[in-house]
């Protein structure tokens, strides 16, 4: 059974810096495309950024380039998201989720497409 398993997330302050962790389990880890997804309380799930099996390719959503980093380490089985810059509207329940797929990219894959995902870690940035 797949399992992903999101920690990191917690309270800071408005230019403050976090960095989200997401470990599976029941998976060839490197067979998967990984991402983190956002979702803000009354809105609906947004792309954060994605990383292709290698790590040869990551995309982010044009609004929170150069602030997040997405990165993973196979032989750990985790993908790690580096916020920094951190602001109020970035307060959100992030979630990881994997899509097997071994593909370098230009574009994430579909939010849809992915059929595993973690339970989420929340995001608080006080102003």
């Known amino acids: 059974q797949v399992q992903l398993v999101e920690s990191g997330g917690g309270l800071v302050q408005s230019g403050g810096s976090l960095t989200l962790s997401c470990t599976g389990s029941?998976?060839?880890?490197?067979?998967?495309?990984l991402a983190w997804f956002r979702q803000a309380p009354g809105k609906g799930r947004e792309d954060v950024s994605c990383?292709?099996?290698?790590?040869?390719?990551?995309v982010y959503a044009k609004s929170l380039r150069g602030r997040f980093t997405i990165s993973r380490d196979n032989a750990k089985n985790t993908v790690y998201l580096q916020m920094s810059g951190l602001r109020p509207e970035d307060t959100a329940m992030y979630y990881c989720?994997?899509?097997?797929?071994?593909?370098?990219?230009?574009?994430?894959?579909?939010?849809?497409?992915?059929?595993?995902w973690g339970q989420g870690t929340q995001v608080t940035v006080s102003s």
């Open positions: 989720a994997a899509l097997f797929h071994s593909m370098e990219f230009t574009i994430c894959p579909p939010q849809d497409d992915f059929n595993h």
């Open positions: 029941g998976l060839i880890f490197e067979d998967y495309t």
């Open positions: 990383i292709s099996w290698t790590g040869g390719s990551s």
